[in-house]
Nanobody, 123 residues
Framework: QVSLVESGGGLVQAGGSLRLSCAAS????????MGWFRQAPGKEREFVAT????????YYADSVKGRFTISRDSAKNTVYLQMNSLKPEDTAVYYC????????????????WGQGTQVTVSS
């Protein structure tokens, strides 16, 4: 079983930056992939970015490509989401997720989830 804890959310003005962290504990091995998802009020949870735990392959949603960067520090068992040029439409609860396998871009691909961290971007 994998436990995930997100941090780093907060309130930021449009155009600003935030870095989210996801600390993982449990049996994270090189065969895992990690993902970030987000859910805005009244909307379904949507994919943001994913990364493989060992090779660092990444994949992004079109809406964040060029603005967000996902990375991982295997020694610290932590995944990051650097968010730049934030827009009000990025406001959401951001969730970290883990799966055993390759890159995943759908909720159903993941069976381990964190509790979420709120990101609010003011205009």
């Amino acid at each position: 079983q994998v436990s995930l804890v997100e941090s780093g959310g907060g309130l930021v003005q449009a155009g600003g930056s935030l870095r989210l962290s996801c600390a993982a504990s449990g049996r994270i091995t090189s065969g895992y992939a990690m993902g970030w998802f987000r859910q805005a009020p009244g909307k379904e949870r949507e994919f943001v970015a994913t990364i493989t735990w060992n090779g660092g392959r990444t994949y992004y949603a079109d809406s964040v490509k060029g603005r967000f960067t996902i990375s991982r520090d295997s020694a610290k068992n932590t995944v990051y989401l650097q968010m730049n040029s934030l827009k009000p439409e990025d406001t959401a609860v951001y969730y970290c997720a883990a799966r055993y396998g390759g890159l995943g871009y759908k909720e159903v691909h993941y069976n381990n989830w964190g509790q979420g961290t709120q990101v609010t971007v003011s205009s």
